[in-house]
C-alpha cells in the first residue's frame, strides 16, 4: 500500500552495513517498491551488483561515469525517475563529498541535481561520527534540508561501542512507509519535550532527568512526513533548531504559554517531563544560614489536563505519556482516563539504561478504548517511527503522498 509503486533510488556506499542492503531491497521488492540502485567502487567490496540487480530486478548503475550511460543523461534522469533518494549506508565520505558539493562522479552529481528529498541514513565508527569536521558536514546538510536517520548507538562493527550504528532495518522500511504518506496536506502538530526547571532562588532549582531526545525525535520524524512541526523544548542540550521549529521554555508556566500561543494544531504530544511543583521564589540568593528558611511550594497546571479538556481548539489527537516506576499498564491507563488524553504512552523509567535520558525507550500505548500494543525495546529514534505510523494511520493517512 504505502509503498507500492514508488519508485526509490539507493545509493550504496563502501561500509560494512552495505551487505544489510540485501534485505533491505528484498524487504522494499516485497512492498511493491521499484529501486534502482548506484553502487560505489568502494560498495562492491561489500555487495556484487549481481546481487543487487537480482534482487531489485533493476540494472545497476556504476558510480564512475560511463559514456554510453551519460548519453541518456542517467544524472538528470535518475533523479527525476526517483521519488526519494537514499543514501544507506552513508559514509563519513560521502557526507563530507556532498556538503561540499561535489559533482564528480555519478553519485554526487544524481544528488546535486536531485529534485526529490534526500535521506541519508549514516554508519561508521563512532570516533568518525563525532568528529568535529563530520559534525560540521552534517550541520551544514541538515540546515540545507537533507534529512538523516540516525545512527543509533550500540556495538560497531570494529568491536567498539558507540554512536555511529546503522538504523536497523524495520526502521529504515517504518520511514519509509512514513515518508510515502503526506504531501501537501495542511496538517500541524505540536509536541513538548524535555525537563521544565523550577527556580527556588535566582540559582537553584529543581528539575528531572529528561534529556529531551524521546520528544526530539518524535517532533523530527513528524516534520520529515510533511507535519507543521512545532518543538517546545525544555532545557536540553540538543541541537534541535537545525531539524525542526523548536521554541526554548524554562519553567512549566513557560511551557503552557508557548503551547497555548502555537495552537490550534492537529496533533498534539506532550512528551515533556514537567515539574509538578514551582515555588515562590525568593528574589536573592538564599543564604547558607538563613534563620527562618521557607519554601513555598505551589502545584503547577497540569498541562495535559488542561488541553485535553479545551472546549474550543482541542487538537484532533491528544497524546501523552506516562513515565512510571511500577504498574506501568495501571497507572497509565488511570492518567488516560483521569486526563482525558485520546492516547497514553507509558514508559518504565525505574530502569537506568531505558527511558530517561538513554538513547532507548520501551513502551506501551494505551488507547482511548482500552487497547494497548507494546513496542518493545528499540532505539528511541525507532520508537518515535512507530509512533508516528499510527499517528498517520489515525488520521487515515498512510499511503497518501502523491508524488508529482
Ligand atoms: O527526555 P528523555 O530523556 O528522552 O526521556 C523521555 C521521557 C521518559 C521523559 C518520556 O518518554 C516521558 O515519559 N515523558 C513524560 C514524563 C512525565 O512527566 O510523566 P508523568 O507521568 O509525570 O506525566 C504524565 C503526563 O502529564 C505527561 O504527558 C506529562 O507531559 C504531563 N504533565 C505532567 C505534569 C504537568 N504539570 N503537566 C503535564 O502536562
Not at 24 to 46: Q, W
Not at 242 to 267: W, Y
Not at 305 to 316: A, D, G, V
Not at 322 to 332: H, P
Amino acid at each position: 500500500m504505502e509503498l507500492n509503486n514508488k519508485n526509490l533510488l539507493l545509493i550504496i556506499c563502501g561500509g560494512i552495513s552495505a551487505y544489510k542492503n540485501l534485505d533491505l531491497i528484498r524487504n522494499l521488492k516485497n512492498l511493491g517498491m521499484n529501486i534502482k540502485v548506484i553502487l560505489s567502487k568502494s560498495a562492491k567490496e561489500f555487495v556484487t551488483p549481481l546481487s543487487i540487480a537480482s534482487l531489485s530486478k533493476n540494472k545497476v548503475y556504476d558510480n564512475e561515469f560511463s559514456l554510453n550511460n551519460e548519453i541518456e543523461m542517467d544524472h538528470i534522469a535518475l533523479s527525476r525517475w526517483a521519488d526519494l533518494v537514499m543514501v544507506c549506508p552513508a559514509t563519513a565520505n560521502i557526507i563530507s563529498e556532498i556538503s561540499q558539493g561535489s559533482a564528480k562522479d555519478l553519485i554526487t552529481t544524481v544528488i546535486l541535481a536531485s529534485n526529490k528529498k534526500v535521506f541519508l541514513v549514516p554508519a561508521m565508527n563512532s570516533k568518525m561520527w563525532e568528529n568535529k569536521i563530520n559534525q560540521q558536514n552534517v550541520k551544514k546538510l541538515k540546515l540545507a534540508g537533507y534529512y538523516f536517520l540516525g545512527p543509533d548507538n550500540g556495538e560497531l562493527a570494529c568491536g567498539e561501542l558507540g554512536i555511529g550504528k546503522m538504523s536497523k532495518i524495520d526502521e529504515v522500511v517504518l520511514m519509509l512507509k512514513n515518508y510515502f504518506t503526506i504531501n501537501n496536506i495542511d496538517l500541524k502538530a505540536i509536541v513538548t519535550a524535555g525537563p521544565t526547571r523550577e527556580y527556588i532562588d535566582p540559582v537553584r532549582y529543581i528539575t528531572n532527568e529528561s534529556s529531551g531526545k524521546q520528544g526530539f525525535e518524535i517532533a523530527k520524524k513528524l516534520r520529515q512526513v510533511g507535519f507543521k512541526t512545532k518543538l517546545i523544548l525544555g532545557p536540553s542540550n540538543i541541537d534541535a533548531e537545525l531539524e525542526v521549529d523548536t521554541k526554548r521554555v524554562t519553567t512549566c508556566d513557560e511551557m503552557f504559554n508557548a503551547t497555548q500561543n502555537s495552537l490550534p494544531c492537529d496533533v498534539l504530544v506532550m512528551c515533556a517531563a514537567v515539574a509538578d511543583f514551582k515555588f515562590k521564589k525568593y528574589q536573592k540568593k538564599i543564604k547558607r544560614k538563613a534563620q527562618e528558611m521557607k519554601i513555598d511550594i505551589d502545584e503547577n497546571i497540569d498541562l495535559l489536563k488542561y488541553f485535553s479538556n479545551l472546549n474550543q481548539n482541542r487538537p484532533k489527537l491528544v497524546i501523552g505519556f506516562a513515565a512510571e516506576t511500577e504498574d506501568l499498564l495501571k497507572n497509565g491507563k488511570a492518567k488516560l482516563l483521569d486526563k482525558r488524553c485520546d492516547w497514553i504512552i507509558a514508559n518504565d523509567v525505574s530502569n537506568k539504561n531505558l527511558g530517561f535520558n538513554s538513547d532507548s525507550n520501551k513502551a506501551t500505548i494505551i488507547y482511548k478504548n482500552m487497547e494497548i500494543e507494546n513496542l518493545p525495546e528499540q532505539s528511541k529514534s525507532s520508537i518515535a517511527s512507530n509512533i508516528v505510523y499510527r499517528i498517520l494511520r489515525q488520521f487515515d493517512l498512510n499511503g497518501k503522498r502523491d508524488i508529482n
